[in-house]
């Protein structure tokens, strides 16, 4: 129909921003909505069941959108030589992918903590991968649990 000869294609990001923050932040939104959920005093009222519906939906999606985000980089951004250099990336991004499901199942803080921890793994590796040195501090807001940054 249009009696093309070549045709290229690009990533999802055509600007080439990749950033793991938007993972790490929504890791840590399934820890705190996880640790309101287990804070929240049982009672039978309408606040209360309108409290919980609203963690729950917010732990959600925050799972999915760290499974998302971590999908879209290791996908567009990690090529074959990154892959050979951090063998291990594979692993990690499985582990997400895993620990964000169970995230949506349970209210388990213990798996919370593993989704983050494997969050951090996986943007040490994108860091490293772009030359930028890291290190890890507290977050500035519930649940303040560790994150890794960059150093810019």
């Known amino acids: 129909m249009f009696k093309l000869k070549e045709v290229k294609a690009h990533c999802d990001v055509p600007c080439?921003?990749?950033d793991p923050n938007r993972?790490?932040?929504?890791?840590l939104s399934v820890v705190r909505m996880v640790d309101l959920m287990l804070a929240a005093e049982?009672?039978?009222d309408a606040s209360y069941h309108n409290d919980m519906?609203?963690?729950v939906a917010v732990k959600e999606s925050e799972a999915i959108l760290c499974k998302e985000e971590i999908r879209i980089i290791w996908g567009d951004f990690i090529k074959p030589p990154q892959i050979a250099e951090n063998p291990e990336i594979h692993t990690i991004v499985?582990?997400?992918m895993m620990l964000g499901g169970a995230a949506k199942q349970h209210?388990?803080?213990e798996k919370a903590m593993e989704l983050l921890a494997e969050v951090n793994k996986f943007s040490e590796i994108f860091w490293?991968?772009?030359?930028?040195?890291t290190k890890v501090a507290k977050a500035p807001y519930a649940p303040n649990e560790d994150v890794v940054y960059p150093v810019l």
Do not use: T
């Not at 490293?128 to 040195?133: L, N």
């Open 23 to 27: 993972a790490q932040i929504a890791a």
């Open 42 to 44: 049982s009672k039978h």
């Open 128 to 133: 490293k991968i772009k030359g930028v040195k």
């Open 107 to 109: 209210v388990s803080r």
């Open 94 to 96: 499985h582990n997400i």
């Open 53 to 55: 519906a609203r963690y």
């Open 16 to 18: 080439g921003i990749y």
